[in-house]
């Protein structure tokens, strides 16, 4: 087989989603995805401009020696807009090779390891009674994990709360709107959120909370130690990861569970929290961390360290996305849990799919590849349209990380 053709796409079904699809001389086409939140020109760029002219004439069956082309041989290696890129083509291949043998693509790494994945939903609100509102809400739907941001008393604006009616999505049309962030009020107030949660809930549902990189190592010490009695399923993100050894503060002080990695591209992101088992779940992206043939070998590398995987599954990956996420979580023996932030209705017309939720488990579905297509004629009528993540200021003006 040889790949004879590949484009991209850009369609913005509510919001911008970029999408290669690989061609062969069999009649056979893969998907991949490719979206960048807030730089998402740019994969598309990296990728028609400098990538698919090599990938012209190749075997799609060569997913490691593709992998390693593109990886090793751009000499300039990693980044988000490299690996989200070399994602895209990865995952496209593994849907081509799926459909090839007309088999779903967890067949063709490792087969079934559990019969569902279970996924945690978002729950929020304005304050703890709206969070807790919105909890009752997603664990009637059957959710068995919940993740739970509320407002704090005091800044205005707060990650993971929609600034009005409507589902959160963090990107905004238009160019970056400013957050506001102070630590104080919040290492307050998250305590009483889950204590309540916990009052309310009782002890079996799942609860997780994400800190988006905004504390200290020492700050997440204390907020995890804080925690402990509302045993947590995980705090995510608590300190922004560039520091790896930051971690090892936080493992000093706490047993609360930590999960790490929406924003790595390469397993040596996470080569010391792992091999130092200062995290317990790694939260890479499929897209992003360079596709499924990368991810496979971080999760095998963090399993050796009992480290489980916890995949990022924001709306802003796409269904492409979501779809191998399942299929590798299917797979692979050291799956801990998988982010599930439903799509839009719009999204999901304008991307079929195959993988559905049922009583808190979502299932890949058994069409051969990755189950997903793109309905091109339909993602025409959504023109690419400017957006960003919002960017965060201290209340002295200072700008921090949101
Ligand atoms: C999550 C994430 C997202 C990110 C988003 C950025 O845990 O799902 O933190 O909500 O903010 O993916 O593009
Ligand atoms: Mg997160």
């Known amino acids: 087989m040889k790949i004879t053709n590949a484009n991209v796409n850009i369609t913005s079904p509510g919001r911008n989603f970029v999408t290669l699809k690989v061609e062969t001389d069999e009649g056979i086409y893969g998907l991949g995805d490719g979206t960048l939140n807030g730089r998402e020109l740019a994969v598309a760029s990296y990728l028609s401009d400098h990538l698919i002219p090599c990938l012209i004439g190749r075997d799609p069956f060569q997913t490691e020696d593709i992998w390693q082309y593109f990886y090793r041989g751009a000499y300039w290696r990693r980044g988000p807009v490299t690996m989200a890129a070399i994602g895209a083509i990865d995952m496209a291949l593994w849907d081509i090779k799926g459909k090839a043998f007309n088999t779903p693509l967890y067949n063709l790494l490792g087969g079934k390891s559990r019969e569902g994945v279970m996924v945690y939903a978002h729950a929020n609100g304005k304050d703890i009674d709206h969070a807790l509102e919105d909890v009752a809400k997603h664990k009637e739907m059957g959710y068995k994990a919940i993740r739970v941001q509320s407002g704090v008393p005091g800044i205005s604006s707060t990650y993971g709360v929609p600034k009005g009616p409507g ?12 957050y506001e962030w102070a630590t104080e009020p919040y290492l307050h107030h998250v305590p009483k959120l889950f204590a309540r949660a916990r009052e309310e809930f009782g002890d079996d549902l799942h609860l997780l909370h994400d800190c988006h990189h905004r504390l200290t ?81 971080a999760a095998d590398f963090a ?51 195959h993988y559905m939720f049922k009583d808190g488990f979502m299932f890949p579905g058994n069409a051969p590849g990755l189950g997903v297509d793109l309905d091109e004629k339909l993602a025409a009528k959504y023109p690419y349209q400017r957006a960003y993540l919002p960017v965060n200021r201290k209340l002295d003006g200072a700008l921090t990380d949101w």
């Open 303 to 353: 399993a050796l360290y009992h480290v489980r995987t916890g995949f990022h599954g924001a709306t802003d990956l796409s269904p492409v996305c979501m779809a191998a996420a399942l299929h590798v979580d299917t797979a692979i023996h050291n799956f801990g849990i998988q982010e599930h932030m439903p799509h839009s209705d719009e999204t999901d017309v304008v991307f079929p799919h």
């Open 217 to 297: 190592p020492i700050e997440a010490g204390r907020l995890g130690k804080e925690l402990e009695p509302f045993h947590l399923f995980w705090i995510e993100d608590p300190t922004p990861a560039e520091l790896q050894d930051g971690f090892r503060v936080i493992r000093e002080h706490t047993t609360t569970p930590i999960a790490v990695g929406e924003v790595f591209n390469s397993i040596w992101d996470a080569h010391d929290l792992i091999r130092n088992q200062w995290i317990d779940y790694l939260r890479m992206t499929i897209t992003h961390g360079g596709g499924i043939t990368a991810l496979k070998k």
């Open 167 to 178: 589902r959160y999505e963090p990107a905004e049309r238009g160019l970056p709107s400013e």
